[in-house]
């Protein structure tokens, strides 16, 4: 049978080409037109249909630019099936800079969406339908709250064998289970039946280097072990992700001047001190220990602190893991020639 031209809002793609396609949102009150753009690469030969999506929520920029580096990448050329990027699922919030909608929801709420309703359930009936159930898994990328950051990490959820398969091919440091909540994309996709991979990784409104090339690694690692790619010039991963159970936020034990002594991605014990509250005058400091050992996998990167703003994120580690895991990774990043900025700017 021969492999067909793959159909996105009116555009027909043929194998073996590309095309970029703006499907309808809405308008700006100006009456600019705002669209929800589709990279879309079709492959000579037939295979899986993918989708990797960014800026549900509009400030999580070091998705967009995970986007832009893997529609760069020569191994697309080869590309068995077809893979729809969707670097700006809130263009409305990027625009902004803001996390949420105009009228202040929060996108990822807003699933499975309508088409009568308001601005973010219509723009989520949009994505939902034409993107992600047209598909036969995706990769959803996120990042930290602004004035927070994310050891890069993979959301599953319990009991999912095949999203538990994706997480380790993806290669994140770490692996955490995590509850679907309603109205999410990747609650309402499960039931829907697409599996979705939650990426988060870096802090809103920012760069991060090691979250940028482990998004990219982690996504062409699952394409390959998809078939989607071949296994030439994408390295294996140089550890096992370390499988985490349950995590909580340490918080603050009174407001003042927050000096963290730890970081994301650091092993602690029981008792290590992490952090240290003063007010301005340094007449009283509040130091922060560890409840339990566990990695520190998010951590509030703003100095000054009210009591109880959340400081760091614990995971639990299992006994067995690797406690180098996140330093390997580091390392295997840091040398790998595919990520070269002289190449992919």
């Known amino acids: 049978m021969p492999h067909e031209a793959f159909q996105l809002g009116g555009v027909s793609v043929a194998p073996g080409t590309s095309a970029s396609v703006a499907l309808p949102v809405s308008a700006l009150p100006d009456h600019t037109p705002v669209s929800l753009r589709v990279e879309v690469i079709h492959g000579k030969r037939p295979g899986p249909t993918m989708f990797v999506s960014a800026a ?8 967009v630019e995970i986007a832009r580096r893997l529609l760069r990448t020569p191994q697309l050329d080869k590309l068995r099936g077809t893979l729809l990027v969707v670097p700006i699922v809130n263009a409305f919030g990027f625009l902004a800079r803001s996390r949420y909608l105009p009228d202040r929801r929060d996108l990822n ?5 309508s088409a009568s309703g308001s601005l973010g359930s219509r723009l989520a009936h949009i994505f939902l339908h034409d993107v992600v159930l047209r598909c036969d898994f995706g990769i959803d990328l996120h990042s930290a709250a602004v004035h927070r950051t994310n050891l890069p990490q993979i959301r599953v959820t319990q009991g ?55 998004g990219v690694a982690g996504i062409l690692r699952v394409m390959r072990d998809q078939g989607m790619l071949a296994a030439k010039g994408i390295a294996r991963t140089p550890a096992p992700s370390l499988v985490c159970k349950g995590s909580g936020w340490l918080r603050a034990p ?7 002594f730890r970081a994301e991605g650091d092993v602690v014990e029981e008792g290590d001190v992490l952090a ?19 990695i520190l996998i998010g951590r509030a990167v703003l100095p000054v602190v009210n009591e109880g703003d959340a400081v760091f994120h614990l995971a639990e580690i299992n006994p067995t893991a690797d406690e180098d895991t996140v330093e390997v990774m580091s390392a295997q990043l840091d040398a790998d020639p595919l990520f070269d900025e002289d190449e992919i700017i």
């Open 56 to 63: 549900v929520h509009g400030d999580e920029v070091i998705g």
């Open 160 to 214: 999912d064998a095949l999203t538990a398969h994706m997480a380790r091919s993806f290669g994140a440091p770490v692996i955490l289970t995590s509850s679907l909540r309603e109205g999410s994309l990747r609650g309402e996709a499960a039931k829907q039946g697409t599996p979705v991979l939650l990426y988060e990784a870096g802090e809103g409104l920012r760069f991060d280097e090691f979250a940028v090339r482990a």
């Open 254 to 260: 009174s407001g003042g001047l927050l000096r963290t």
């Open 276 to 294: 240290a509250v003063s007010d301005p005058s340094g007449s009283t400091e509040t130091e922060l220990l560890a409840p339990a050992p566990g």
């Open 109 to 113: 709420r807003c699933f499975p969406g």
